[in-house]
């Protein structure tokens, strides 16, 4: 499998959950976390 050739590698994705980030449509800013924060699973980005 050569990873250079596909984006689905090199797309930010979160850690928990595994959804493929889209900052500002299913991120959201935690003002408590000072920081983005997963919509789908709540995991601070």
Known sequence: MNYF?????????????????DYGTNTEFNEKLMSQVCMVCGNKL
Not at 5 to 21: A, M, N
């Open 5 to 21: 050739d596909s984006t689905q590698y090199l797309e930010p994705r979160c850690e928990k959950c595994g959804i493929v980030l």
